[in-house]
């Protein structure tokens, strides 16, 4: 008898039960490892993404309010001061809601008849006030001060946009972090004359310097404007 046939004879099933796994499985676990490393990165790449997403932030969404008030009509047509309805932005961390009263300041003789502005003179009549819808709402855990922030040469329109050319109120910006701390680290860039806080589509000239501004204003550092308690308290 052949011994060395018995022999391969012998070996040829030890090595056909060494094989437990396809040739392919290297292939497949290295596809594997770096598409779960792809999907975690793409993963991530749309959270960014939609958390930055108008859907998310709210940004450019008009609300519909009880009675369609157009910022674009009474202050881009007729010229009214953001003050003489937000009267506390100067020394309030609110800017403030105007009571009916200052509607129908004018509108107990214009429109006093329109449809449309029956929600208003029905609130004046019974003293309750007209449930606006929020269109600019911070979280509870971030402070903001428009008195702060008006007085130190921030415009109206640098956070809420053009209100002149809106005919119904909407989110200009994100409001997230990262568009606040744009400004905190170089308010240099966004601060303007006191004189010319709200003044829409307001461009500061050459001869105006930021830098001088903010020294004026007595601005604080960047460190201290970046630091968590300023808006986390």
Same mark, same amino acid.
């Given at each position: 008898m052949d011994v060395s046939a018995l022999r391969d004879t012998e070996e040829t099933p030890d090595r056909r039960m060494s094989q437990i796994f396809h040739h392919s499985t290297n292939t497949v676990s290295r596809v594997s490892i770096f598409g779960a490393a792809f999907l975690a990165a793409a993963a991530l790449w749309l959270t960014l993404q939609f958390s930055r997403s108008p859907y998310a932030t709210g940004e450019s969404v008009v609300r519909s309010q009880p009675v369609p008030f157009s910022h674009q009509h009474h202050m881009g047509g007729m010229g009214i001061d953001c003050r003489y309805c937000h009267t506390t932005v100067e020394v309030s961390a609110s800017a403030g809601m105007p009571p009916t009263k200052t509607c129908m300041n004018c509108h107990s003789q214009i429109w006093n008849q329109s449809a449309m502005l029956e929600p208003v003179r029905e609130s004046f009549r019974t003293d309750k /006030? #007209?449930?606006? #819808?929020? @269109? %600019?709402?911070?979280?509870? *855990? &971030?402070? *903001? &001060? %428009? &008195? /702060?922030? @008006?007085?130190?040469?921030?415009?109206c329109s640098t956070c809420h946009g053009r209100v002149d050319r809106m005919p119904l109120m909407a989110q200009s910006a994100s409001l997230q972090m990262e568009w606040c701390l744009d400004c905190h680290r170089d308010p240099s860039r966004y601060v303007r004359p006191l004189d010319h806080i709200t003044t829409m589509g307001y461009v500061r000239p050459a001869s105006v310097n930021g830098a001088d501004l903010v020294r004026d204003y007595k601005i604080a550092g960047v460190a201290e404007l970046t630091s968590c308690s300023v808006c986390h308290r």
């Open positions: /006030s #007209i449930e606006w #819808i929020r @269109v %600019h709402d911070l979280p509870d *855990f &971030a402070y *903001f &001060a %428009h &008195a /702060s922030h @008006v007085n130190r040469g921030i415009g």
